[in-house]
């Protein structure tokens, strides 16, 4: 009977010791309330038609609509009027994630701008002192989306090259569209209201962030198509886990690219080739597991005149850590992005702004709780490099 019950007493008290060991695991592993709220939305996805004389049928690319009512597709085609904006998927994403993006984009340019009180935090000491935000939205987002049937891009650097390669053609296609649009309105005796775009904004989402820059610096894309880019939760310095050598050997690539982007040839005659490109990295910070902080930003890739990190618990209206997937659904997230992407159209020629400075100057004071002392780039970016930067980015406003 004694052996019994020792028996019982050792079974109880690993009963006990498992149990509260799984209770611990369940605490560690459940995911913390975020304080997210849920986006809402009435999506519909149009198809782009691909020319005959183009084989794209692996991928595809569609452009949303925000609403409930039924439409037709070709119309509402040939009424794009609006910026355009382009949303690349991560690792295994879908190209539908664009909805939260978008609806809030439809309802943002609906409302208007928000409160003045809100710009009130960030300042900045630079030659954009007289420079404020737009009081009223002078264009709506066109949202598009690329479909990369959800491959996994984090596996192998084979596939973002490819991804890559249609990103490209899927800037193009849409640039090209907005001139058929356009060629159809004008057959119809209707007058567009503004220009032509000449640029598409890209929007990357964990690895579709890194496939928007391997675009830039893609060799077929063509001049000034892409000056503007909006990453989240996108790993920059390195692949988050190299499974193949040639994930590494793309991301060094790529990012030999940029550096050699911003620097000025010997000549010093010419520009150099990103130096009117603008990038914002936003992390998802401490309950993102999958790529950390160090991984999203751009120290050593983009100067500090042309981009900066934020992680979303500092972006004001949002101060919350959010997981991999949920940065992009999260309501306060999505509303943030959408003002500040229509706060960076020019009201009077309905196009981004044209200075990259304008455009970082929009970014740290949508974005940003206050303005660290790196984007005080007159300061910050020592000697030739700031100046050349500034001085042909002031020649190529002034030649616009």
């Known amino acids: 009977m004694g052996g019994f019950g020792g028996n019982c007493r050792l079974g109880s008290v690993l009963l006990f010791s498992a149990w509260i060991t799984l209770a611990a695991l369940n605490r560690l592993l459940r995911p913390a309330p975020n304080g997210c709220q849920m986006t809402y939305m009435y999506p519909t996805y149009i198809p782009i038609s691909t020319p005959k004389n183009v084989s794209s049928d692996r991928y595809g690319l569609f452009l949303y609509h925000e609403g409930w009512k039924q439409i037709d597709f070709e119309e509402h085609v040939r009424k794009l009027d609006g910026v355009p904006v382009l949303f690349i998927p991560g690792n295994?994403?879908?190209?539908?994630?664009?909805?939260?993006?978008?609806?809030?984009?439809?309802?943002?340019?609906?409302?208007?701008?928000?409160?003045?009180?809100?710009?009130?935090?960030?300042?900045?000491?630079?030659?954009?002192?007289?420079?404020?935000?737009?009081?009223r939205y002078g264009c709506m987002l066109d949202w598009f989306a690329v479909d990369l049937e959800g491959e996994h891009s984090a596996m192998d650097g084979r596939i973002l090259e490819e991804h890559t390669e249609h990103v490209v053609y899927a800037i193009h296609r849409i640039l090209d569209q907005y001139k058929e649009s356009h060629v159809a309105r004008s057959n119809d005796g209707v007058r567009s209201a503004g220009n032509l775009p000449s640029s598409v904004i890209l929007v990357g989402h964990s690895m579709g962030g890194f496939v928007a820059r391997a675009a830039l610096v893609h060799p077929g894309l063509r001049k000034a198509a892409v000056e503007t880019i909006l990453t989240l939760s996108s790993p920059h310095q390195y692949p988050p886990v190299a499974l193949q050598p040639s994930l590494g050997q793309f991301f060094s690539h790529v990012n030999e690219q940029w550096r050699n982007g911003y620097m000025t040839g010997e000549s010093r005659t010419s520009s150099p080739k990103l130096s009117n490109v603008v990038v914002v990295s936003v992390s998802g910070g401490i309950h993102d597991y999958q790529v950390r902080s160090r991984l999203a930003s751009l120290d050593g890739i983009v100067p500090s005149t042309h981009g900066f990190m934020v992680g979303s618990s500092s972006v004001k209206n949002v101060w919350l850590s959010m997981e991999h997937q949920s940065i992009l659904w999260c309501n306060q997230l999505a509303v943030q992005v959408a003002h500040t992407l229509l706060s960076m159209i020019d009201p009077v020629d309905r196009q981004p702004f044209f200075s990259s400075q304008k455009r970082v100057f929009v970014f740290a004071k949508m974005l940003q709780s206050v303005v660290p002392q790196s984007l005080s780039w007159m300061n910050h970016v020592s000697g030739s490099q700031s100046s050349n930067l500034l001085s042909s980015d002031t020649r190529d406003a002034g030649a616009k």
């Not at 439809?106 to 007289?130: C, H, I, K, M, V």
């Open 92 to 135: 295994g994403g879908s190209y539908k994630q664009v909805r939260s993006l978008a609806a809030e984009s439809f309802r943002a340019y609906q409302n208007g701008p928000l409160e003045p009180s809100f710009y009130r935090e960030a300042s900045s000491t630079s030659e954009l002192e007289d420079f404020s935000l737009p009081s």
